[in-house]
């Protein structure tokens, strides 16, 4: 059950112009409620902002006297402005755990798959020591490719493969080329994990389904509520049902979607 709270801004760090990784005090959150990576917060941003914006976290820490989450988030309107003027002391409302986050379990190999501000949602399913894995990391150019989030893949994944749109930084080109070619060698994971823009998720669906590798995507779409009560966030499976990205997801098995909607 998400739970209402006054969180604490512990740590802002901007990565860039538009770009901010800020650590919030989550009471208990954690341990209690189990919230981890690839769930979100939805956060109210300012008084002036009606509807909560959803925000994925990036990694959690058991801690005292409060668990923390990191959530790296990007500018793009009102709310996240307001979001990324919040200086160390502040205090946000919070609505969270929701959503579903990916369904992992111990001893597996995944291929941790994201793109651009995709990227964050992984970090923890990177860092943990319970599984295996192999990241491929898209972004569009390499200021974006920040070290403090690539890092994280780099010192604990046995590979991670840096794909660049315009080939400033590792491959260039698209995720998708570096996961095929990845499949042609081994496909001896587990299952991929992919955290991106939708053209991308459709494009790792279509090649998981290829390599018969099974595949968890993470959706994004506009939400109202957060908690699966106004419709806003529906997304249309292939079984002709519609599941709501906030209540269902945003985790969700690839072959379920239909990407042609
Ligand atoms: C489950 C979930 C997790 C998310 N996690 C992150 C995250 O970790 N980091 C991050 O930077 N962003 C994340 N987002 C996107 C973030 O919620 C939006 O960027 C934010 O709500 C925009 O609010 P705003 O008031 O700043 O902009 P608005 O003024 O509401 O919109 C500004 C622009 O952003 C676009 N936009 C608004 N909402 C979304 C959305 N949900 N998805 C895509 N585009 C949107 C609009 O089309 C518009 O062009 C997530 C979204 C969802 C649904
Ligand atoms: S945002 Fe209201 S149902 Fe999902």
Redesign the pocket.
Known sequence: MPVQQICTVVSMEQLDAN?WWMVLEVGKLVFERGLCGGQ?LHIK?GDG?L?R??????RTQWDEPEDTAA?????????????SQRKVGDKLDVLGP??NGFNVSDGSRYLLVGGG??V??LIEYGESPKWSKVAVLGFRTRDKAFPAVTSRFEENCEQTYICTDDGTLGRHGFVDGQVRDIFVKDKNFTGILACGPKPMLKSIAKIAAEFGVPCQV??????GCGVGACLV?AIPMKDGTMKH??KD??VFNAEEVDWDA
């Open positions: 770009t979100f941003c902002q509807l914006r959803p925000i994925s976290v990036a959530l790296i988030f990007e500018v793009r309107g009102e709310g996240t402005k307001w979001l929701l959503g501000i995709g964050p949602p993470s959706m994004e779409e506009r939400m966030c990205v906030c997801g945003p």
